[in-house]
């Protein structure tokens, strides 16, 4: 095959492959981390709803996950991933460890967006007399929506990043094909032209990150 | 004052303390209906902490806080969280959301408390026309001045119809006319809807324009308590006299830096005066019943709370004795107080 012919025969599937395991993994990330990451700014001292017996078995769990290096990780895990996802290889089953590394990674994005938002207006609406969730429903997650929204677009960054490296334990998507034309067989135009995609990838998600951010950041 | 009537607020001996150090250390006042409190400190005097206490965004170690005779502390959480929609509070960093436009911020405390979407802004409309800001109702807060977010801060206060407004060193951020002009509003909202004020602020200057009583706050202790009047004309503790010196009439430095004890032309001598005494012309009399002619070297008279209150520094020649002797008696006794401070 002519490096034309790869890259137009590959590449479209590739591109849609790292495409749908980034999403649903952004997905599980939001999903999963960002409550995570309210229940650890909430439970942390100080905060509406301390508590350390939560706090610090959560906080030890996910500072754990983040510790493992993601190759490591989804060897690591791949017992579970059988059970879960039915077999250990493919898209579905790099979904589940992309969440797995991803969840904690903007639970603490998530976390960090919380405790920027300022103590002071959460007094003001205690003053008000608002209950606790009212003041996280009214203040914490209002206030902290473009932080947040900021520490997504990180997130998915990083698992696009991460999907790439999946491809050498038996994802698809742009990644393997980088590893089996670019590293495995040394074709440097195949492997430029996919550096290139994924440049232009991160780059649409950056712009598009920052596009929402400051349709919802009134504070400048 | 109405000071038959129970106070709306009292305070009895409250303690709070910040690891094993009193930061608030038995402290007790009362205040009444329409009043304006202001209490005034140095920084750390513990003011801050003490009016924080009040609505409970700083718990309190000992002592009982009663709001309209019913014991905070005994209260459950719910009935709690109704009285603190009772207490409005404004601050020096104004606290807005920025997520919010000025509306929606004004609205907040009415959408906590659960009233209905056309109430909300009917209601928000209406305290942002008082606070004159009724065109910025769409504008989101970063778009406001220091002095309109003051203003949207004051609205905010007021949503939830408060019977008290406390104010947390609330025109400290903002510039002397920008103070003045919510000072103004302060007084306005205060007559038309029959509030009561408690300001904290470090500024004598606050509390001249505004308060009606005064509570001096050192250390976390009250130094001296009385009508704004009463202390501003006879400051009795030597922390209240320092914090009023930034308003008083002082000796220039020059004349300071000649005066002596024992002898010279002219004898210096501090004159306070207030009352009835102030409105007359003091010392054109002076000079009818001693013959003798005094020169205001600094000072002047000032009306706080409808009372004239006067301070000079007045220079009067020595060369006679007799004569100076006879003119200071004078003095003494159609005075709050005369002194001779030396002479140049």
Not at chain 2, 225 to 248: M, W, Y
């Amino acid at each position: 095959m002519s490096n034309l012919e790869i890259l137009f025969s590959l590449v479209p599937r590739a591109v849609l492959d790292t495409c749908w395991m980034s999403a649903a993994s952004s997905f599980f990330a939001l999903f999963f981390g960002l409550p995570i990451g309210l229940l650890l700014y909430t439970t942390s001292s100080g905060n509406l709803f301390e508590n350390a017996w939560i706090n610090r078995p959560v906080s030890a769990i996910v500072d754990s996950i983040r510790a493992i290096p993601f190759i490591i990780l989804a060897a690591s895990i791949m017992p579970i991933t059988r059970i879960v996802v039915g077999k250990a290889v493919g898209n579905e089953a790099m979904i589940f460890i992309l969440s797995i590394s991803a969840i904690p990674f903007y639970a603490r994005m998530a976390e960090l967006s919380f405790r920027n938002v300022e103590k002071d207006l959460i007094d003001t609406v205690y003053s008000m007399g608002a209950t606790r969730f009212q003041t996280i429903l009214e203040v914490a997650l209002p206030e902290a929506l473009p932080s947040l929204i900021t520490g997504f677009t990180v997130a998915i960054i990083a698992i696009v990043a991460a999907s790439a490296t999946a491809g050498f334990i038996g994802a698809g998507g742009l990644g393997q094909l980088a590893i089996s034309y670019g590293y495995q067989r040394y074709n440097p135009t195949v492997m430029t032209s996919i550096i290139f995609i994924l440049i232009v990838l991160n780059v649409l998600i950056q712009w598009l990150g920052d596009r929402i951010t400051r349709k919802f950041n009134h504070s400048r | 004052m109405k000071h038959f009537d129970k106070p709306l607020l009292e305070l009895k001996n409250i303690q709070r303390l910040f690891s094993k150090t009193a930061v608030i250390d038995g402290v007790s006042f009362s205040v009444h209906r329409e009043e304006v409190l202001g209490i005034i400190g140095r920084s750390g005097a513990g003011k801050s902490t003490l009016i924080r206490c009040i609505n409970g965004l700083e718990c309190i170690d000992s002592g009982q806080i009663f709001f309209e005779t019913q014991n905070i502390a005994q209260l459950n959480d719910n009935d709690r969280r109704l009285i603190r929609r009772r207490i409005g509070m404004i601050f020096q960093n104004f606290n807005l959301l920025s997520s919010r436009r000025i509306i929606d911020n004004v609205a907040l405390p009415l959408k906590l408390s659960g009233a209905s979407k056309a109430n909300r802004r009917r209601r928000a409309l209406d305290l942002l026309d008082i606070v004159s800001l009724a065109d910025k109702a769409a504008h989101y807060p970063v778009q406001l001045s220091g002095g309109q977010k003051q203003r949207v801060c004051i609205a905010r206060a007021l949503a939830t119809n408060p019977s008290v407004l406390l104010s947390d060193e609330a025109t400290s951020a903002l510039d002397p006319e920008t103070t003045q002009s919510i000072l103004e509003l302060l007084t306005k909202i205060k007559s038309h809807m029959g509030l009561t004020i408690i300001l904290i602020t470090h500024e004598m200057e606050i509390i001249r324009s505004i308060a009606t009583r005064l509570i001096v706050l050192d250390q976390g202790r009250i130094l001296e308590e009385g009508s704004v009047r009463d202390v501003f004309a006879q400051p009795k503790n030597e922390t209240t006299k320092s914090l009023l010196q930034v308003i008083l009439p002082t000796l220039p430095s020059t004349i300071a830096a000649k005066l002596n004890f024992i002898d010279g032309q002219d004898a210096i001598i501090e004159f306070h005066i207030s009352g009835l005494e102030a409105h007359e012309p003091f010392l054109n009399k002076l000079e009818a019943e001693t013959g003798m002619v005094a020169r205001i070297i600094q000072g002047g008279i000032e009306y706080i709370q409808n009372e004239a209150i006067g301070r000079f520094f007045l220079a009067i020649k020595a060369t006679d004795k007799q004569k100076l002797e006879k003119a200071y008696a004078w003095l003494a006794q159609h005075s709050d107080k005369s002194e001779i401070v030396g002479y140049v």
